[in-house]
């Protein structure tokens, strides 16, 4: 799904009008910033002597948790973003600074530190949430160029009573669901940015998605913790779309949602070194929800651990749709009593029965599972390859896949549908139901898949 213009015209003037503070800075010096190479290790430069700090404190911020310091954090950034020479926005050590929803936008051309020591902490649900700021986002990174955002500190969402609210799963009277709207805020959101990293952060407890990014080019995540409980709605760890050149290392993330979710219209994606659990695992999708087209290519996991999760990896499309997603590689993957550790869901519908059957999908093909080792849930089948009819998966290839019962010795029979690929070494339980070859293209179709 592409980010027309309209629909960024319309989300933006959304935000336009529920927030006074709009950075009026002009675009024009984003050119003038000085590169990232996203390759390159990226090391927190806050120590750099030729950084000017900007402490929070000093533009009036509080930090005793109660206070309101929304204003000493837009004046701190705005004086940062002003600044000549390379700034620091300090978030010092032993303050809890209560900040509402905020946009931080302008393009600081100068690759900016904001570097978080202490903890920054949402409202205490939507009942105190100011009135007349968005209740889907809290911090909010629009057009930032170059920005670190990092620290040992702690982003705390707040999220308890936005779970609880009962238009959430299960939590109206009787474990009913209520009708919506349903809005929590996703804690930090990186919107339309380049090459922006985020390093080091513990991440509590969001009322929803912990981070977002969308339409960004360039991002570097490492050492991240993100922590809230199982049970907890909607909260995924990172969720990645309309998003290029993305690298996510050496994060752990316990979570009530997935642990990474990649979504359409991303690709060039690095992700190594994460342990995931619990939570429901690593997915790309949902995609082509209501007939949109999603193409997501070029996707490497490796080096990870999945426990105790409802799945392990995961490409979920809803019926409908087109586009593709192609050029996926899992590697090295070790899960724990995941219930399903390999997972395609071309059917993928959150109620069931209610999705009508569709005579398009987005494909599905050159997706590689090497090396996926350890156990699952014995009360499923590890290994689910449920492909669509109109556009069957293709070139799926297994080896080294070794998936055992986390608990007694009956082994489930993989479940394959309309799936064709390539068994490159036995695998453990056996896929015989993976058909050969290739089913022959759809020219029909071809013209709607092509990404
Ligand atoms: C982002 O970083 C890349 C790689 O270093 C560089 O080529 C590109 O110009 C940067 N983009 C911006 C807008 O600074
Ligand atoms: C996160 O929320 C859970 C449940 O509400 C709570 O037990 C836990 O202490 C919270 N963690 C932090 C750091 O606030
Ligand atoms: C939240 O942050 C604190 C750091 O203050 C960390 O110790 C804790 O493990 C985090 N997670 C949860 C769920 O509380
Ligand atoms: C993997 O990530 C964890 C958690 O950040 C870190 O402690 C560990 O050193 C990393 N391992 C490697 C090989 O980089
Ligand atoms: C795939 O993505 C990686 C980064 O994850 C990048 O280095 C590589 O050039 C990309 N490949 C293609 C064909 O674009
Ligand atoms: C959709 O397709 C499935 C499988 O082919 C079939 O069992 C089901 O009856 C169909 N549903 C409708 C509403 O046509
Ligand atoms: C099939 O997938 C493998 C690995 O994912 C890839 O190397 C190969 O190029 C693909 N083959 C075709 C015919 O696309």
Not at 271 to 291: A, V, Y
Not at 365 to 390: E, F, N, V, W
Request: with cysteine.
């Amino acid at each position: 799904m592409g980010l027309s213009f309209i629909t960024f015209v319309l989300y933006f003037s959304s935000l336009y009008v529920h927030f006074s503070y709009v950075n009026s800075r002009s675009l024009n010096d984003i050119s003038s910033a000085p590169s990232l190479a996203p390759t390159a290790a990226i090391t927190p430069n806050v120590q750099s002597c030729t950084s000017k700090v900007f402490n929070v404190r000093s533009f009036g911020a509080i930090g005793d948790g109660v206070t309101d310091d929304t204003q000493g954090f837009r004046m701190a950034w705005d004086s940062a973003c002003d600044s000549d020479e390379p700034a620091t926005l300090l978030v010092p050590e032993h303050y809890t600074f209560l900040i509402r929803s905020i946009i931080f936008t302008g393009s600081c051309g100068n690759g900016m530190v904001f570097q978080i020591e202490g903890t920054i902490t949402a409202p205490d649900g939507p009942r105190v949430w100011p009135k007349g700021t968005s209740k889907r986002q809290w911090l909010v990174f629009y057009r930032v160029n170059g920005l670190s955002l990092q620290g040992d500190g702690v982003i705390d969402g707040r999220g308890e009573k936005w779970w609880d609210l009962p238009c959430k799963p299960h939590k109206g009277p009787h474990r009913t669901t209520l009708p919506g709207p349903c809005d929590s805020p996703v804690a930090i959101r990186f919107f339309m940015s380049t090459n922006v990293t985020v390093i080091g952060l513990n991440v509590n407890n969001s009322s929803q998605f912990n981070i977002r990014f969308d339409g960004c080019h360039g991002v570097y995540v490492d050492s991240l913790t993100i922590n809230a409980p199982s049970l907890s709605p909607n909260t995924d760890g990172i969720h990645i779309e309309n998003t290029n050149d993305v690298k996510i290392y050496n994060t752990v993330i316990s979570n009530g949602d997935d642990c990474v979710s990649i979504g359409a219209g991303s690709y060039n994606i690095d992700i190594k070194n994460i342990t995931c659990g619990p939570g429901h695992g690593i997915s790309i999708g949902s995609l082509g929800m209501r007939n949109t087209r999603a193409c997501v290519s070029n996707i490497t996991i490796r080096d990870s651990v999945i426990m105790h999760s409802d799945n392990g990896v995961r490409i979920k499309t809803w019926q409908g749709g087109f586009g593709s997603v192609s050029k996926v590689r899992f590697i090295n993957i070790q899960m724990d009593t995941v219930r399903n550790p390999i997972m395609i869901d071309q059917y993928y519908c959150q109620i069931k029965g209610r999705c009508p059957n569709r005579t398009s999908a987005v494909r599905i093909h050159d997706i590689s599972y090497q090396k996926i080792m350890g156990t699952y849930d014995y009360r499923s089948a590890p290994i689910h390859l449920g492909c669509s009819d109109s556009v069957p998966c293709t070139n799926l290839t297994f080896s080294d896949v070794e998936l055992w019962p986390s608990q007694g010795r009956n082994m489930l029979n993989p479940f394959c549908w309309n799936a064709y690929g390539d068994l490159q070494t036995l695998t453990i339980p056996p896929v015989f139901c993976l058909l050969d070859g290739n089913p022959g293209l759809f020219p029909q179709k071809t013209d709607l898949n092509h990404c």
